[in-house]
């Protein structure tokens, strides 16, 4: 069972939050594009080619690309990504004091394609959760008093 969050991290808490939602936005979009670029080059030999002389946007062979190779952005690009979205991950896991377990589950979010779309839903929802359950009991008691 997870411990929770310290009162005094709840502030930290919420901005890793935030954070992390737009950075699992980003990573699974990125991500998603990653998958396509492998299916491209390892599935029909040829990369994303931007700006090079077959047009705006191409599909060629890698060895013909004289543009910008946008196959090799996009696995850049969604590298950095995944370690922003790790990095809120690792503070979550360490604010919330959650399972080694979760911490793993979570970022397998930036590996598996969708999975970072359904994790930006639940995990806030859970993060909501655990600060509620640590929130000074004379917020509730007032209510619970007068019953």
């Known amino acids: 069972m997870p411990l929770g969050p310290r009162p005094a991290d709840i502030p930290r808490v919420r901005r890793t939050v935030a954070v992390y939602k737009v950075s699992?936005?980003?990573?699974?979009?990125?991500?998603?594009?990653?998958?396509?670029?492998?299916?491209?080059?390892y599935g029909f030999g040829v990369d994303i080619e931007f700006l090079g002389p077959y047009g705006f946007l191409a599909l060629t062979p890698k060895e013909l690309i004289?543009?910008?190779?946008?196959?090799?952005?996009?696995?850049?690009?969604?590298?950095?990504?995944?370690?922003?979205y790790l990095a809120c991950d690792l503070l979550l896991w360490r604010y919330?004091?959650?399972?080694?377990?979760?911490?793993?589950?979570?970022?397998?979010?930036?590996?598996?394609?969708?999975?970072?779309?359904?994790?930006?839903?639940r995990v806030p929802r859970d993060v909501e959760a655990a600060i509620a359950a640590v929130q000074p009991a004379s917020t509730t008691e007032p209510s619970g008093a007068a019953a």
């Open 24 to 41: 699992s936005i980003i990573t699974g979009t990125f991500l998603l594009l990653l998958v396509l670029m492998m299916v491209l080059r």
């Open 66 to 84: 004289a543009g910008i190779n946008l196959s090799t952005v996009i696995l850049i690009v969604h590298g950095w990504l995944y370690v922003l």
């Open 96 to 121: 919330i004091r959650w399972s080694f377990g979760r911490f793993v589950f979570i970022a397998l979010g930036g590996i598996i394609p969708l999975l970072s779309f359904f994790l930006e839903r």
